[in-house]
């Protein structure tokens, strides 16, 4: 059975410093995860394309994506 990635988190937060001794099994599964992830062609050229659309973005506008999302005051 796997574990779900989160679990790691939870165990690091319930196990405080002994973590590095007691989440081993969770940070085995979620290294698995994140290299299923890496190796991913798929997924490779899906965050190269967001990368290009926002530095796209970037260079017409000259502010950064987080900025840009942000909310503007209703009293201007």
Do not use: H, W
């Not at 679990?7 to 590095?20: A, I, N, Q, R």
């Not at 899906?46 to 900025?67: A, D, N, Q, S």
């Amino acid at each position: 059975m796997a574990l779900d990635p989160a679990d790691f988190t939870k165990c690091c937060k319930e196990s405080g410093m002994l973590m590095v001794v007691k989440c081993r099994k969770e940070n085995s599964a979620l290294k698995e995860c994140l290299t299923a992830y890496y190796t991913d062609p798929a997924f490779y050229e899906e965050c190269k394309m967001e990368y290009l659309k926002e530095r796209e973005e970037f260079r017409k506008t000259g502010i950064p994506t987080k900025k840009r999302l942000q909310k503007l005051p209703t009293s201007m």
